[in-house]
């Protein structure tokens, strides 16, 4: 045992009148949910960036952490594999997450990147061998070290897309090896800072070729999990690519990996592209590439990416109830792309806000159940939809606009406005909540 988490219990279900701080009261991972247990609906998961790399920092200031695994070496990096682990025990948490730049130190050289990276796969193997946590997704920091300033993929220089090829593969054979059940792309820097130096087309085609060439690699070194694009509209480049759900969408129709890639939806990400965290996953799962979630939430006034922990479980509930109408995870799980604020300096912070999502998360889930056992948005949903149950509906699909349009005079059909009950139904939801 490592000093850090000292005197933190490990975070049991108390039920909502818990006397203690360092309790769960909504979180029962063997509650039964429509007949899943909540453990398994939700499959929570920690990101290592964020509570274990994360220093602190802002715009306008540095380091605000003092962690005693900070550092560029490997006994440090082991340090902090090992209260990592703590963490996830004291929480009970059945997934974490991570970027290779999390938890391993940059080499002088790709060769010496990749050394360490081994040896921390070697040794999160072990961890994941005696502990209950396990690997929800592996990912590539493609970001932050310079090198990849203008870009991954997208990058006007063909070395650095090289680079990124030499990467992915090394983080998707690590992912692998940890028996990681999806592998996330995020393009941080795969889009723009101007359009007065940028090949649009080129990027584009670029990126496209890359996604193939993961899928092909995929399948060639048989990894059976699912690969994720997580879409952000902006932040850190001006514009990204992948900006929402739907831009994924049409891109991966433009290269054929509608059928293989899925998406990873952040309700960050979602405000930022102007839409709310249900209508994203909502597109996905209708479009059918909904995979998984990183569970955050944005400041409302600020316009930045905030990464703060959910707390609003009503909000919350319309999100799960999307998942939950998607029929639920397969791969994919809740991970907490979320980080404490840079004054929450201490050891209990960093439990208690995870304890603090987890609750929201498990009240939300709760609340979206109850709303759809009632039914009673679903039936009004189906009754809003009938009028298209009928032959004549139908048969409009199949033939031209000629014979649709022909309908109304034949027919005689002058259409009657019908209510759409939005206060009822947010009402229902309301009730729920
Ligand atoms: C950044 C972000 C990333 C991805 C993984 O906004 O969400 O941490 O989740 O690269
Ligand atoms: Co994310």
Known sequence: ??????????????????????????????????????????????????????????????????????????DLARLKADVAFEMFDILGVPFYCFHDADMRPEGATFAESKRNLDAMVDYLGQKQADHKTQLLWGTANMFSNRRWMSGAATNPDPDVYAYAAATVKANMDATLTLGGQNYVLWGGREGYETLLNTDLAAERAHAGRFLQQVVEYKHKIGFKGAILIEPKPQEPSKHQYDYDVATVYGFLKDFGLEKEVQVNIEQGHAILAGHSF????????????????????????????????????????????????AGGYTTGGTNFDAKVRR????????????????????????????????????????????????DAAKAMLEGGLEAAAARVTAEGLEPQPVSGRQERLENLWNKYI
Not at 290 to 306: A, K, P
Not at 371 to 384: F, K, Q, T, V, Y
């Open 343 to 390: 004054q929450s300096l201490d050891a209990e912070d960093l439990i208690l806000a995870h304890v603090g999502g987890m609750d929201t998360c498990a009240r939300a889930l709760k609340c979206a159940a109850a709303m759809l056992e009632s039914d009673e948005l679903e039936a009004n949903r189906r009754a809003r939809y009938a009028g298209w149950e009928t």
């Open 278 to 325: 249900e209508h994203e996953i909502a597109m996905a799962a209708s479009l059918g590439i909904f995979g998984s979630i990183d569970m955050n939430r944005n400041d409302y006034q600020s316009g930045w990416d905030t990464d703060q922990f959910p707390n609003n479980h009503a909000e919350k509930a319309l999100a799960f109830y999307e998942i939950l109408r």
């Open 1 to 74: 045992m490592t000093e850090f988490f000292k005197n933190i219990p490990a975070i049991r279900y108390e039920g909502p009148d818990a006397t203690s701080e360092f309790a769960f009261r909504y979180y029962n991972p063997d509650e039964v949910i429509l007949g899943k247990r909540m453990e398994d609906h939700l499959r929570f998961a920690v990101a290592y960036w964020h509570s274990f790399a994360w220093p602190g920092g802002d715009p306008f200031g540095g380091q605000t952490f003092d962690r005693p695994w900070f550092g560029d070496s490997m």
